[in-house]
Nanobody, 122 residues
Framework: QVQLVESGGGLVQAGHSLRLSCVLS????????LGWFRQAPGKEREFVAA???????TEYAAAMKGRFTISRDETSTTHLQMNALKSEDTAVYYC????????????????WGRGTQVTVSA
């Protein structure tokens, strides 16, 4: 059974950076597209970024394009580098994995981590 464990969340001031990581276990890393979603209090879960199984393709939500960067490496880990953080980026960030393709729709993903809290102070 695939498991995803996020880390790297915390409290940061607006304008600063944070790097989230997510380790995949229980499966062959290269078989999965990976993504990040987030959910703020009282709001629906929203797409942040995704990367293909090969790492050759990425996609970002419009609000994150140019500030966030998703990557994957040889240690079965995906990273989300978040720069120029804003107070509206405050949310729980979830790592996702899918055995086929990535999607901007939450219901399309096979596996989810438990999330890591990111709080951006003004």
């Amino acid at each position: 059974q695939v498991q995803l464990v996020e880390s790297g969340g915390g409290l940061v001031q607006a304008g600063h950076s944070l790097r989230l990581s997510c380790v995949l276990s229980g499966g062959t890393f290269g078989d999965y597209a990976l993504g990040w979603f987030r959910q703020a209090p009282g709001k629906e879960r929203e797409f942040v970024a995704a990367i293909s199984r090969s790492g050759g393709a990425t996609e970002y939500a419009a609000a994150m394009k140019g500030r966030f960067t998703i990557s994957r490496d040889e240690t079965s880990t995906t990273h989300l580098q978040m720069n120029a953080l804003k107070s509206e980026d405050t949310a729980v960030y979830y790592c996702t994995a899918d055995a086929m393709y990535y999607s901007t729709y939450p219901h399309a993903w096979d596996y989810w981590g438990r999330g890591t809290q990111v709080t951006v102070s003004a």
